[in-house]
């Protein structure tokens, strides 16, 4: 197996492919042999310890779920496993009932033949690198394997997602009555949980795409598909429309007149509102070297500071953690709220979401008006050498575009992290100016960078 199997978000890639049963329960394996040698894991009554497995709807997910299970118990591991609920509400299980690890399957907005596998630590938290490291270095070692007693039980209780969804009520302290909403659950994680939650929390709620088959998540639906959701907001004459993903750990948004609310404008509503209240921890907000320049300027009208973290919502929390900050998210929508959540909680930024719309007595285009977002142009440069991004004419070609965009614009050159490519962002004054700073540098790239 060439390169790191783990990415940004566990490990991810085609079931049955390079994601296979054997692989999930090694894997299984690996996670509790690891942490178990570091000392992660607590005393319990059967001194065994336990963690909390949950899966969202796809087909594979059966058999995989299965596989790590199988793993896990066989490393002298007690399973509860939960059944099909978002990765927020595995986070949030693991903590609260003092498992000693989580284990999360899903592709999240992936299409439907790919998973993933992802795991927390006690308290809900995403491994380290160098956790990962060591459970992928610990593959092939089998031995020392428990036996009779010692190896763990696995059960079922599909009943504890009861003590997510009162944690997400209780999480905000006014009605949403008289709020209509519709929600598109991308027949995955979200397509109970989410609409439960905000009917428990008073609002009116319209579904779509909430009839998972195992075979249907991700499938012209959800947050990276939204055209149906538009639709649905204009037809029910809703106030508002939320898109979730596969997993349920993202949160998109549509106004009353149909227009697409990101996660950059979310986070922005969300941080205002907390400023508002004095619950503005530094006033601070972490976002991403993804955001658009547009909201920087925003926060910065309204006293906010912002800490751009690298993309993903891990690294989104590290900087949330390191510098005790309670707020932070990226502009696909995974939105991180530390006070409750300890990942992106898409049904959770939801809730808080209506909630201010609520408490201002404001629309959701008046609310995500505090943002104008700069026109920003994205162009993929493929089969490249990504190492090559700090050569010098790239970077003087990097300085001299910038120059010219002066404050109302910027560049942004970023290595995929999974791909041969180089991405080329820019953002500018007018959208054309964007495209043709953009089209320059992905030439530069393409030309320098080359394999």
């Known amino acids: 197996m060439s390169g790191r199997l783990f990415g940004t978000d566990g490990v991810r890639g085609l079931a049955n492919g390079l994601l296979t049963a054997e692989l999930a329960t090694n894997l299984g394996v ?66 609260h009932t003092g498992a000693d690890l989580g284990v999360m399957l899903s592709a999240s907005h992936n299409p439907m033949p790919d998973n993933g ?29 428990p036996t009779g007693s010692g190896v763990g039980r696995i ?46 929390a008073g609002a009116q709620v319209v579904t779509i795409h909430c009839e998972p088959d195992g075979l249907n998540i991700n499938e012209k639906c959800g947050s990276t598909h939204m055209e149906d959701l538009f639709a649905a907001v204009l037809t029910h004459g809703a106030d508002v429309g939320i898109a979730h993903d596969g997993d349920a750990d993202r949160c998109l948004a549509v106004d009353a007149d149909g227009n697409f609310i990101d996660g950059d404008q979310i986070l922005a509503i969300l941080a205002v509102g907390r400023k508002e209240r004095n619950e503005l921890i530094g006033n601070t907000v972490v976002a991403t070297v993804m955001s658009n320049l547009g909201f920087n300027i925003a926060m910065r009208e309204h006293g906010i500071e912002v800490i751009a973290a690298a993309v993903g919502d891990r690294y989104v929390l ?31 930024t ?20 505090l943002v104008t977002k700069l026109p920003q142009v994205l162009i993929n440069v493929p089969n490249v050498d990504k190492s090559a991004v700090s050569k010098t004419v790239v970077v003087d070609a990097v300085i001299k575009v910038e120059k010219e965009l002066g404050e109302t614009g910027r ?7 999974t791909e041969p490519l180089i991405r080329v962002m820019v953002e500018a004054a007018t959208a054309q100016q964007a495209q043709a700073a953009a089209q320059e540098l992905a030439q530069v790239v393409a030309k320098h960078c080359a394999l």
């Open 30 to 95: 690996a996670a509790a042999q690891v942490l178990g040698e570091r000392g992660e894991f607590a005393k319990h009554k059967t001194d065994r310890p336990f963690a909390i497995v949950g899966r969202d709807p796809r087909a594979s997910g059966e058999f995989l779920q299965s596989a790590i299970c199988a793993g896990l118990a066989s490393a002298g591991v007690d399973v509860i496993d939960v059944g099909v609920v978002p990765t927020p509400a595995v986070a949030f299980l693991t903590d």
């Open 117 to 145: 596998i992802k795991f927390f630590a006690r308290g809900g938290v995403k491994l380290d690198d160098a956790i990962e490291d060591a459970i992928e270095a610990h593959l092939k070692i089998t031995n020392n394997l």
């Open 155 to 200: 059960r079922s209780d599909h009943d504890l997602i009861e003590k997510y969804l009162h944690h997400l009520a209780a999480s905000i302290t006014n009605s949403l009555a008289g709020i209509k909403v519709v929600i598109d659950g991308a027949n995955g994680s979200a397509s109970l949980v989410g609409p439960e939650a905000l009917r428990r």
């Open 318 to 348: 590290e900087e949330m953690r390191n510098g005790g900050f309670t707020i932070g998210g990226e502009q696909s929508g995974h939105v991180v709220l530390s006070e409750f959540a300890t990942t992106g909680d898409g049904a959770l």
């Open 350 to 369: 939801a809730l808080h979401l209506l909630s201010e719309m609520k408490r201002t007595g404001k629309t959701l285009a008046q609310l995500a008006s």
């Open 411 to 417: 560049v942004l050159l970023r290595p995929s992290g």
